[in-house]
């Protein structure tokens, strides 16, 4: 399958937060810890994504440790997907 | 605002049962459907027993042919399992091999079959099972067999203690790096009449049964409501290994 759009990982995201009764709000540069966006749920986020592409997207520890907005979510995810 | 990690994980709707086709892993399957869950249950052989499962209950049973050191086996078998049952959230591993052999008459290739067997391909199949729950419902629960070997010396069973042992340690990081996500648990059966504790001979057999202060041997049926709260039950427990042996190693 080719790569999932960057509105199409926003709606997995979106799905991802809903779930917990959470909103995404339409911002990019909000910041994660303002919307309870945790590093468990970008595992979960990258878990669709890569269940979408039937592959595995490898991203280590500091990689994830650098995102703090909700479009540094969807850049790296992005990254991860294309490179 | 809610958040998972302010709200009990759910009761398991889904359980994946490793080595389900005879003994504890076959009383845990037909536990887990009585509790009116569906299960997907793997194992080498599949028994006439779980032929019959699968045939009398279908949609609410799957079952495979599945060597738990084939990884690849494994994600298809999950996979398969999922599009037939539904998104699986609950993993019970139960497979295991033994050992009955003194570390000094056993072949590296024997203690290498078993590490391979209890300890690497149940992390395996663990990770292919929170991979899969990650990302099909966010939320579960993960049970480990291990035994009271992984925790108190018996002659003859090194190899397979340090699985069981390994087994738990992982068991509480495991339950430390899904926080909020998976409730993580061991069951630690003591010895019990089976293929397994066959090794020990009837003498370490019944001196371990004068040394029980419940003075009997475990049997399946007393792991089987243990595991059940685990999976289904509000209890919070998390990280734990919860040791089922009558009181034999206190």
């Known amino acids: 399958m080719s790569a999932l759009s960057r509105d199409q990982i926003r709606t997995m995201m979106d799905e991802v937060l809903t779930a917990q009764g959470k909103e995404l709000p339409a911002d990019d540069s909000t910041a994660l810890a303002e919307i309870g966006f945790r590093s468990l749920d970008f595992s979960e986020l990258a878990l669709r994504v890569e269940d979408e592409l039937d592959e595995e997207l490898n991203f280590d520890a500091p990689g994830l440790r650098s995102i703090e907005t909700v479009g540094d979510v969807l850049d790296l995810l992005d990254r991860l997907q294309n490179a | 605002m809610s958040d998972f990690t302010q709200t009990p994980i759910p009761a398991a709707s889904c359980v994946l049962i490793s080595g389900g086709s005879r003994g504890l892993g076959l009383s845990l399957v037909e536990d887990a459907l009585k509790q009116g869950a569906k299960v997907a249950t793997f194992a080498r052989t599949v028994t006439p027993e779980l032929e019959k499962l699968a045939a009398d209950r279908p949609g609410e049973v799957f079952v495979g042919s599945v060597d738990i050191t084939d990884a690849k086996a494994q994600t298809a078998f999950i996979k398969a399992a999922a599009a037939e049952l539904g998104p699986i959230d609950a993993l019970v591993n139960n497979a295991a091999i033994g050992q009955d052999s003194m570390l000094l008459h056993t072949s590296p290739e024997r203690i290498g079959q078993i590490i391979e067997t209890n300890l690497t391909a149940t992390l395996v199949l663990t990770r292919a099972f929170l991979r899969h729950a990650m990302a099909k419902a966010g939320r579960g629960r993960v049970v480990f067999v291990t035994s ?94 919860l040791t089922i042996d009558g009181g034999g190693s206190i």
């Open chain 2, 148 to 241: 009271v070997c992984g925790q108190r010396g018996y002659a003859g069973l090194s190899a397979y203690s340090a699985t069981k042992g390994g087994l738990d340690a992982a068991m509480r990081t495991l339950a430390r790096e899904m926080h909020g996500r998976f409730l993580v648990n061991s069951v630690a059966p003591g010895f019990f009449a089976s293929e397994m504790s066959s090794v020990l001979g009837t003498e370490q057999l019944s001196t371990i049964t004068r040394r029980t202060p419940s003075g009997r041997l475990v049997e399946p049926e007393n792991i089987a409501p243990v595991v059940r709260s685990l999976l289904f039950e509000d209890t919070n427990l998390n990280g734990q290994s």
